[in-house]
Nanobody
Framework: QVQLVESGGGLVQAGGSLRLSCVLSGGTFSRYTVAWFRQAPGKEREFVSAMRWSGETPPYADSVKGRFTISRDNAKNTVSLQLNSLKPGDTAVYYC?????????????????WGQGTQVTVSS
């Protein structure tokens, strides 16, 4: 199974920015659809964004649209998530996930490889 490692989380004040990275190993990166999910304590894991190919308009959760941007660099086996205009409600563990299914799905069950998560904490 392909391995994913997230990084870039941290503590930031409301209105600030972070950039998260997800590095994939153990597979051909360009074959995978990669998504970002997040999970706050006591809440269900929710979809953030996903990307199949560069140039394709990726889906975003309504709660992050206009603030977060997903991108990928196949040469570096990396998918990034730029988090701008952060709000306290964005506080969560952020996970990247991958699937060979060629659809940028919003459903967590469609992804069969998951990273360990990186903590994002937004203070007010």
């Amino acid at each position: 199974q392909v391995q994913l490692v997230e990084s870039g989380g941290g503590l930031v004040q409301a209105g600030g920015s972070l950039r998260l990275s997800c590095v994939l190993s153990g597979g051909t990166f360009s074959r995978y659809t990669v998504a970002w999910f997040r999970q706050a304590p006591g809440k269900e894991r929710e979809f953030v964004s996903a990307m199949r190919w560069s140039g394709e308009t990726p889906p975003y959760a309504d709660s992050v649209k206009g603030r977060f941007t997903i991108s990928r660099d196949n040469a570096k086996n990396t998918v990034s998530l730029q988090l701008n205009s952060l709000k306290p409600g964005d506080t969560a563990v952020y996970y990247c996930a991958a699937t060979l299914w060629g659809v940028a799905s919003r459903t967590a069950a469609n992804y069969n490889s998951w990273g360990q998560g990186t903590q994002v904490t937004v203070s007010s």
